[in-house]
């Protein structure tokens, strides 16, 4: 068994080498997928390696894998890197503590706390109100789905599923959802997808129209699940609306904010989630718009009851010394769960919630510098709208699975596409808060380039 | 927004302080909950903080924490801190990738599958065999009892629960079974806690027996669930008698080795998990007796086909390159997943399969040191049994929950308690393999020391 402080030495040497790379080699030489185990050896074998093969092994690896904190990594619905955020995560790896007690995770408890306070009163949730950091936005909505499903039919949780439940989400919504009503037992069939207007929102009096029709047929509306954020447009659903109608007929409402429900913390843009203090829950990912390593999940919920009646259970074993306030197991789907509040913490800490503020918005402004850019330029054909930090374009007509997957395969940039209604686009996601208008701009430029240099990219 | 390298070199400084801490202070001064807020400042504030106040903070906190690498902490079913895996996690901190595609892990996506391969051939799974990374044990039984439910019930996916199923656990496993049958929409009512003999093993006749019960009153046998290592008495269920059991019936078998089915490693100890190749479903986790960061939790399935078909899901805007193999998002619960693999990988290469098996059997070894101290010693009452981790015992009749509080309160040691049937206990868990004979008997001898010294520990 080594030495800690070696392999200390050996991961700082590793990062000077990712750092270089990041900068020499932005998009990471891409290994095709058929020849993975034969280009790198991945091979875990009963003897142990020496050394200097391991070093060399782990350089190559490093070098080989996607790189998702440079200025040309915009797939996904995170980017860049905080670096506030990376110093707390390394210590909540060395500390290793688990968060279901306060014997073992200390002031870690208090840590996770604050930030779930601080965000409550943000949204302004009242004093009843608590929350959880889950392993991520579909364990997010899972769990508002669970308390939906058991504040609806509380005999539930003893008996299981005996009514015919059924839950209500946009068809833009995350993917999650649909995964999550098999989960529950509540069922896939059981999921009215209600149509989104033509910014991608969902349409609330298609909502009422579709509750009234469950109703009528003796179903029981159970759940709402609207998007702050959606997962292709960024569209934010019409929070106020949606919560005259659940409160009208006692229904569930969560508000997924997973990629862009940060907006909470910029008074220049939280009028996106107006109406969220109405919700019974709310989750938000500081792993996608704050820049946190993944995966950095809240869930915020009006009354804490509703988290411990879900998700609570005694163990002697386990709980055995502080309060409940403090034993957080009683609330969390997992029994060990690791430290994923302290990343959090140390960011928000050191740059203060203007910090925040500022993070957030500086992406609200790449979104308007790639939107000015297309706007301006006639090769480009926009399709997504203002408000929102998932630029969805094309350019020149060219295909756009062709593209994103060429600009992948050269190594130029990764970016993703996506389809709202009856088009299909790429979608450039301006969520790395490292970037400046530079980075964006460049963007364009090296898929301009590329597009040029390639005549056999196929046009739509 | 602050540099990399600035806080790289925070984080080093940290550490030292941490190290530092550990040898000086084995157990970290504890805080009254009570009195946390008061006496650390955890406060979130709109202005940020300045540097040199931050590194004060940062400092205050790691030393309160409470310090879970030490050869005084036996409090939970972690301990210790494998140096390879910590490398490996910290390197999962700084690249950042997510594990739902080729396209944004690459080669990380190899490391993952490898792991999961080998130990699909350790235990003995065939070629149609594969699994996933969890974010836990508990998720792991979660997986492992949504793939249960839907085998039996394919059309529960799209309809929701509908048919009276009923489960199957010891009354000695874990409590995540009970949240997992409210969670799953079958209730906790429908699981049957069977019996456990004198050693804590579930004992197959009297599950045969409820289980000819619930098909005489139209219930359907769904779900059972073995443990290799209970909670408590780290006690192994007789895998191959239950497997008897769960192929007459045709029942899904899920093995929970969370906490000890790491004996895979072993060729001297996985005869405690004989059988185990005819269950469906096997998990464990590597943050346990393998010594990683938590969390790196692996579920096995003797056939991908019901990981499938219970998790995955289309995405156009995701899977866009790559085929399903490659593409893990769609065998897993959540989307966006954080890459618990690569600490486990960094592990196994470097130091082997055999390595691997070094750790598990120290842990064996230590619980010998352990139960001969005990046996030698008529001041000790035993209450577990061979073959197990988890020692548990009272000493000179100190009521054990007095006891542990007062040892945790007085930074002496930190050990926790438990249960099995009329008895409570010291539970003393030998899982941290970079501990030696003498901490062991250390261990032994502060707890002595402390009660000689502290004659007011009420008796039992």
Redesign the interface.
């Known amino acids: ?8 030495a ?3 040497e ?2 000077e080498v ?2 270089t790379e990041e900068e020499k080699n932005p998009v ?1 030489e ?2 095709d ?1 058929n020849k ?2 034969e280009s ?1 050896d ?8 020496i ?1 200097d093969e ?1 070093k060399n ?2 350089r190559d ?2 070098v ?3 790189k ?2 440079t200025n040309l990594f915009f ?4 980017g860049g ?4 955020a ?2 707390g ?3 909540a ?6 968060m279901y007690t ?10 996770e706390q ?2 779930i306070r ?1 965000s409550c009163d943000l949204i302004g949730y009242g004093s009843k109100s608590n929350g959880t950091f889950p ?5 997010s909505n899972y769990m508002a789905l ?1 308390m939906g ?2 504040t609806k039919d509380p005999s ?6 005996t009514k015919p ?1 059924v839950i209500y989400t946009s068809k833009e919504s ?3 959802n ?2 999550n ?10 999921i009215r997808y209600i149509e989104a207007d033509s910014k991608g929102r969902l349409i609330p009096e298609k909502l009422e129209e579709q509750i009234l029709e469950d109703l009528q047929n003796d179903k029981i509306p159970t759940y709402v699940n609207a998007t702050a954020g959606t ?2 447009l960024g569209a934010f659903d019409p929070i106020d609306k949606i919560a005259d109608i659940t409160e009208k007929y006692k229904i569930w409402l969560h508000v997924d904010g997973a990629y862009c429900g940060s907006v909470i913390f910029s008074d220049n843009y939280n009028h996106l989630v107006k109406g969220v203090e109405r919700s019974n829950s709310f989750s938000y ?1 500081a ?1 996608k718009m704050l820049g946190t ?3 950095c999940s809240i869930i915020l919920v009006n009354d804490k009851k509703y988290l411990h009646d ?2 609570s ?6 709980y ?4 409940d306030d ?1 034993n957080l197991g009683k609330t969390s ?7 994923d509040a302290l990343k959090f ?2 960011l ?8 925040l503020k500022k ?1 957030v918005e500086q992406q609200f402004d790449l979104a308007n510098v790639a939107l000015d850019y297309i706007r301006s330029n006639p090769n480009y054909t926009l399709y997504s709208f203002d408000d929102s930090i998932s630029i969805c374009f094309n350019y020149k007509n060219i295909e756009p ?1 062709a593209l ?2 060429a600009l ?1 395969e050269h190594q130029i940039t ?1 970016v ?4 709202f209604k009856e088009d299909t686009f790429i ?1 450039l996601v301006t969520i790395n ?2 970037n400046e208008k530079q980075d964006i701009l460049n963007f364009f430029k090296v898929l301009e380039d590329f597009v040029d240099k390639t005549p056999s990219l196929k046009r739509i």
């Not at 928000?348 to 910090?355: A, L, M, N, P, Y």
Request: glycine share 8%; charged share 15%; net charge positive.
């Open positions: 068994m080594s030495n800690i402080n070696n392999d200390l050996l991961f700082n590793l990062v990712l750092i990471a891409r290994i997928s993975l185990y790198v991945l091979s875990l074998n009963d003897a142990a390696m050394d391991f092994l782990l690896v490093i080989s894998t996607p998702t904190a797939n996904q619905l995170f890197r905080q670096s506030k990376v110093l995560d390394l210590l790896v060395i500390l290793n503590n688990s306060y014997k073992v995770a200390g002031p870690q408890v208090g840590i604050e930030i601080q392993t991520g936005g579909s364990m669970v499903r058991d539930c949780r003893l008996n299981g599923m439940m995350h993917y999650s649909s995964k009503a098999s989960f529950a037992g509540i069922g896939r069939n059981n997962t292709v990912n792993h390593p993944l995966t879900s998700f259970n005694d163990a002697d074993y386990l055995q010394t502080d309060g403090f789907f997992q029994c060990g769960r690791r430290n913490w140390t928000w800490k050191s740059i203060g919630t203007k910090g993070i699975m994103c997957t992948y990764v993703g596409f996506g389809s979608r808060a490292n």
